[in-house]
């Protein structure tokens, strides 16, 4: 069945029947390979003209530069990856009113969506026996709605929950347009916005007529195992589940060592595919990323014998080099089980409460 006859909710049963078989293999971060090549703000405009200083957005290079992305996308199917994510996680009109370029949100996430599309199915063509599949990529903007950013005023909000549904709705139209197979939440912080976001996917789905499946992944924001609305990674599972997403996990904030016991405190509580995809370890003093590719790999390692995962990738500081690490490190390791849960009331809060 090609790409173009077969329906999200189909490709999502393949992901599942292949996780099923194997540990899937997710790429790696765009920002950090985008740094290495030492871009000036020239190279981010692309000859375009803007009002305002376009270096360090790297959404843009989509529209500016599909080369680059399209190159670093390229580096992470070669190495093994077999879900590549788009390069917007910052693709929004609340992230992109940084760079003043609001009303370009839709364009991007066409691209990007368009871009990462052709990269996936030439790889694919390549070789028919490894599907690759396209997950677009929604961040967590640089806005909560669940915490005031007046100390002065707690009630305050800087935008509503309307409004981070809305803007994610416009994003997720653009990914959908240009051809992703599932949207992917991810680095959530916020428990809120992620909700506006499922919202907007749900949104999407209903006036398109189809199911869209999302990817969920949290961020911890402390070693205490909470984000910054303070749920722990079950009580977070727990608010999202309704969303039946076909995989939950954790990544970014932390190295592999670091996000070892949340890994395996979700693995009995996930009925679903479990997706980790951590740092290179921790930042050092500069802010720059240590770890070696045969270090994570040697991790992550540990995390399938132990049969916590279905799908593994990195995050913040990994390369190319630590995603072939990784898919070498797990290659042939039997996949997670994901459980099937008994029926109960499942309620969260800060923390995860269940009564059977």
Known sequence: MTRQAMTREKKAEQLREIGAQRILVKDGPYGSMIQSYKLDEEG?????????????????????????????????L?????????????????????????GM????????AKLTRACADAATARDPAKPRFVAGALGPTNKTLSVSPNVNDPGYRAVTFDEVK?????????????GVDFILVETVFDTLNAKAALVAVDEAGEARGEVI???VSMTLTDLAGRNLSGQTVEAFWHSVRHAKPITMGLNCSFGATELHPYVQALNPQVDSMLCIYPNAGLPN????????????????????ENGWINVVGGCCGTTPGHIKAIA?????????????????????????????
């Open 166 to 178: 809305d803007m994610y709705r416009e994003q997720i139209d653009g990914l959908l347009d240009g």
């Open 78 to 102: 070669d190495a093994g990856a077999d879900i590549v994510a788009t390069n917007t996680f910052n693709s929004n009109a609340i992230s992109l009113s940084d760079y003043g370029i609001t």
């Open 213 to 215: 499946p999302v990817m």
């Open 328 to 356: 070498e490190a797990v290659k042939g390791i039997k996949p997670r089980t994901w459980h099937v849960l008994p029926p109960a009331l499942r309620l969260s809060g800060m923390e995860a409460a269940s009564f059977f």
């Open 44 to 76: 981010f405009r692309g000859g375009r003209t803007f009002n305002h200083d376009q270096k360090g957005n790297n959404d843009l290079l989509n529209l500016t530069r599909p080369d680059v992305v399209g190159e670093i996308c390229n580096a992470y």
């Open 285 to 304: 003093e500069l802010g720059a990323y240590d770890e070696p590719p045969e270090m994570t790999g040697k991790l992550v390692k540990g995390w399938a």
């Open 105 to 112: 949100a839709r364009e991007i996430n066409i691209a990007a």
